[in-house]
């Protein structure tokens, strides 16, 4: 039996013992995903699995954890040097230029969901490949642009019903201001040279601020009580960053300010963050991402601002299951046919086929199991109506539906079940509509606005049906002459 490598999983429909592999989660979540980006304005891009290798190089930093350790890189059969993405920002800011998309606008708005492979040690929350809901704002470099981006992935956790998770914010300034603090910071971690672990004094050359995400518990100590780049902002840094704490707090989104926050790609200017967890353990970040005013221009495209975030979508998936949030039921038919012999299944396979066609969840027995057996298996995927079809039913041309939760049975035309059947299918969608009607206006704008959407739609009621009666008159005409 062969067996999957470390580090990565397979997403199977349900999985009972981990269920944050089961397939109908993620895919609930894509598609809230998909919703939340239509409401924000952002357009789904899709990036190859596989850049080369210097792209990352040049637009993560060779110095990154991510590029100097955890890269998946390989010579093609070209002796092309490739890398499997470990990120999206740089694919994404690579197919921008690529693509000229700059000459059609000056906002750009791109969402992303896919795989991401990183050669991590391969713990709980820490995969080799895991799944990105990215976003990239280009063309904007408002505090306003920031604070969208984090509103979005704020409105996503509200909508899964997540809750206790910190913004974790910061800014790492303009260049002017980093250097400032670079000078500042390096000077203090000087004096404690000895006692830094090797990776961090290997930093204190190269990227001091690095050396503030260390993971090293020794480091995590020496740089608690390290200088604040908060004190090392110029006027406009400081600027950008009170205007994003004064429009997260105009949101009412709650946040801490976290001054060692850095990031660990070299990217990122100005405003940076995470979204944490408390119950995901070491790996704890669910979000991560900051503005990256230089980077289009570091990899030959125009100097455009941006700004965005990755969340990853197994963490999320783990926080939902974690803090027992409603959760979505599996896919269920609406209908499951049973027939108990040749002719009935010739029918029921018809019925099928015609009521797919009407966009209607209908499935039927192809085994001709025992109907006990047949009707264990509706139960268990938990059809809403059992309609079992024999001899008598094809000759009365009816089939007696059952429904499953009450018990409930009723005899219905083969003819009525596409309407039927598309009823039952809408009915939450009547309720929600019913409820949001029955809830008092507030205001009389409100009022006024709703009666006129009514009048309008009543009269493009009105005249669709004066052109049908029409149509059908002309017919009638024609049919009699
Ligand atoms: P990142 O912080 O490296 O940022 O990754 C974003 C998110 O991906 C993390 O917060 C985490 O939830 C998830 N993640 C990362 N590595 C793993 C892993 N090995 N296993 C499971 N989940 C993981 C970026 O990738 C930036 N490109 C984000 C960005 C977009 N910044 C601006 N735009």
Redo the contacts with the bound molecule.
Sequence with gaps: MYKIPPGVFDVIPEDEKEPWKSSYLRTFVEEEIRILAKEFGYEEIRTPLFERAELFERG?GEGSD?VSKEMYTFKDKGDRLLSLR?????PVIRAFIENNMAAQGNIHKLFYIGP?F?Y?RSQA????Q???F???AIGNGDPEQDVEVISMIFTLFKRLHLSELSVCLNTIGDKESRDAFRIALKEYLEQYKSDLSEDSLKRLESNPLRILDSKDPGDKKIVESAPSILNYLNEKSLKHFERVKELLSLLQIPFVISDKLV???D??NHTVF??VSGQLGA?N??????R?DGLIKTLGGPDLP???????I???LQTMLKQTVPLPERNRPLLFFIPLDDKAKEKCFALTYTLRCAGIPVQMDFGGRKLNKTMQYADKIRASYVAIVGSDELEKGKVELKNMQTGHKSTVPFESLERIMKIEAEKTNYLKTLCELNKPFHTSEEQSFFVEQLSSSIKETNSVTKNLANALKNMEHIIEN
């Design positions: 993560v991510i470990p990120e999206g920002t740089a991401m990183r991590e929350g820490r995969y080799r895991h799944h990105q990215g976003v990239e990031r660990g790609l990217y990122y995470e979204v790996h970040s669910l979000v991560g991402g900051g990256y941006a700004m965005g975030f990755g969340a990853g197994e963490r999320i």
